[in-house]
């Protein structure tokens, strides 16, 4: 089993941070304007108001009856809030507004959950039982990066609603940068070591394990992401009609839903805006273009070159030219800690930036902009690592995804939090879904 020291201090901890990340989920349910709780910015997901119960049900269900001994005053919540949903395929949900229960009783679940929840945690004598042999520690983990990886979700999701429906927030204004020059850098073979060993104490979901190495060859990889400049490129030269770079299910997503442009893009007479979180601005050129898989994938087979596999991109960001160290990194630019000179995350801004803009943050190879800014497709089906078990609280937080229908994503973007730009990380999303802060980099081999 998992061995992590579990004292009260390390508990007193990760009770500061679920209460660190509940005041941030707060404020982000107070930007949305009460009249739209109801609504569905995203036609895939459920509607804002299952998320304002569903923080408080995860935990309630992850810790009640588990490890605290608590029985539930309202299981017919803990039921209805437990689960998001990620429909594979055509199934659009079709519940209404009024199939959901009002936002005062759901507030009051939410408060109830938190009292009884931090008065057992909040005690000096640890809670005895565990989750089948997990220790607190590891759930109390699940449940922080839990809300923490929401906060991200709930920040595509709130992205797409309209302006007027949204209490701006200020946002930092982002560094002048000249313009971006596309560049390729060269990464030679070498092994790329992934995944977290279950000797190590630190915590990781149960995709992040076993570690493993693989034998990488040799390879080159855009030096920063694709930019909104270089993808105009793309659309005016007629990609999203060239049948040929697209295949066969991205292609009749393409068509039967009527892409032709990024979800972020509009286009008003000729010119193109990009759709910020607060407002409409003239088109970012050096910010990193956010697209889905397919479309990423269809650019690349136009500049001939590929998405890069998850270990590709590992070793990109974690290797060096000094085989001895391996790919032993704490992050790219090495074992600094994380600030915001070395990239776009941690709730800095609502928005990208430039992809020049944090140099500091390169890797050994000279590849910029690894963390934060936006995650970056991979061409990798999310799949185990060998020896994978799924967490036996928590079966299907993975393995529910392990279906071919996924593929990876690594990096992290402006709202990602600091604890999951570790580089055993791994995000995964549908290729059609085009909401997440996301972007990519081609490589050639
Ligand atoms: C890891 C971000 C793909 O949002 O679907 C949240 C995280 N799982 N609640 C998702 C998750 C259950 C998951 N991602
Ligand atoms: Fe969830």
Known sequence: MIAVQEDLTIRQQLLQRLLDARERSDALFKLVRPAALYDRPIPERHRIIFYVGHLEAFDWNLLHA???GEKS?????????AFGIDPVGRGLPTDQPKDWPAVDSVRDYVGEVRSTLDAKLDHDTPPTGDAKGFPLAILLNVAVEHRLMHLETLAYMLHQLSFDKKVPQSSSASAATPPVTPRMAQIPAGIAKLGLSR????FGWDNEFESYEIAVPAFEIDRYMVTNRQYLE??????YDARTLWNEPDWKWRTECGITHPVFWNKIGDRW???????GIPLPLDWPVYVSHAEASAYARWTGRSLPTEEEWHRAAYGSANEG?????TYPWGSAALASRFGNFDFNSWDPQAVSAFPAGDSAFGVSGMLGNGWE????????FP???PFPFYRGYSADFFDGRHFVMKGGSARTSTCMLRPTFRNWFQPHYQYVYAGFRCVNR
């Open 66 to 68: 588990n490890v605290l």
């Open 73 to 81: 005053f309202h299981p017919e919540f803990d039921r209805l809030f």
């Open 199 to 202: 000797d190590n104490s630190a």
């Open 234 to 239: 793309f659309i005016r030269a007629g990609g």
């Open 273 to 279: 805006f990009y759709r910020a979180m607060f407002e």
């Open 325 to 329: 160290d391996g790919d032993g990194r």
């Open 377 to 384: 497709w991979t061409s990798s089906v999310f799949s185990s």
């Open 387 to 389: 020896g994978f078990q």
